[in-house]
C-alpha cells in the first residue's frame, strides 16, 4: 500500500493516513470506486491501532472523499480527485505561508527569502526531474 506514517513528524498518525490517501486520490494513483484497504488491514500494515485508521478514514467520509459501500468496504467516491488537488494545494499553500512568516519573522530580508525559496525549488526540480528519468528506464 502506499501510505506510510512516522510517529515521530509531530502530524498526527490520523492526519497522516488521511493526507496520503487524498494525495493518492490527487495524483490518480486512487481513482473513483477503487477500494482502499479495510480498517483490520491497513492498521496491521502499519502497526498501529485500528482506531485510528477508523479515525483517518471517518475524516476522509466526512470531506466526501470514501465512502462506504455495504458489503464491500470503503471506496473513493466520484468527484474525489477534484476536491483533494483543491485540499493538497491550499495544504501546501498553508505551509508555504508558515515557512514564508517565520523567515520574514527571524528578521531574513526579503530578497534573500526569496533567493532560499526559489534555489530550494531548483534544486528538488532537477531531483524530480533525475527520478522520473530514471522511472522511465526501469
Known amino acids: 500500500m502506499f501510505v506510510q506514517v512516522n510517529a515521530a513528524n509531530g502530524v498526527p498518525v490520523y492526519d497522516q493516513i488521511a493526507r496520503q490517501v487524498m494525495f493518492a486520490v490527487a495524483d490518480g494513483a486512487l481513482s473513483?470506486?477503487?477500494l482502499i484497504p479495510s480498517v483490520r488491514e491497513l492498521a496491521k500494515e502499519l502497526a498501529v491501532n485500528p482506531n485510528t485508521v477508523a479515525r483517518a478514514y471517518r475524516e476522509l467520509q466526512g470531506?466526501?472523499?470514501?465512502?462506504?459501500?455495504?458489503?464491500?468496504g470503503m471506496a473513493v467516491r466520484a468527484g474525489a480527485k477534484t476536491a483533494c488537488r483543491k485540499?493538497?494545494?491550499?495544504?501546501?499553500?498553508?505551509?508555504v505561508h508558515d515557512v514564508l512568516r517565520e523567515a520574514l519573522g527571524a528578521g531574513l530580508p526579503v530578497d534573500e527569502v526569496q533567493t532560499l525559496f526559489e534555489s530550494e525549488l531548483k534544486k528538488?526540480?532537477?531531483?524530480?526531474?533525475?527520478e522520473k528519468t530514471h522511472d522511465q528506464r526501469d
Open 124 to 130: 528538488l526540480s532537477k531531483g524530480r526531474t533525475r
Open 32 to 34: 473513483a470506486g477503487d
Open 87 to 95: 485540499e493538497r494545494r491550499d495544504l501546501m499553500r498553508r505551509r
Open 63 to 72: 470531506q466526501e472523499i470514501v465512502e462506504a459501500v455495504p458489503g464491500t
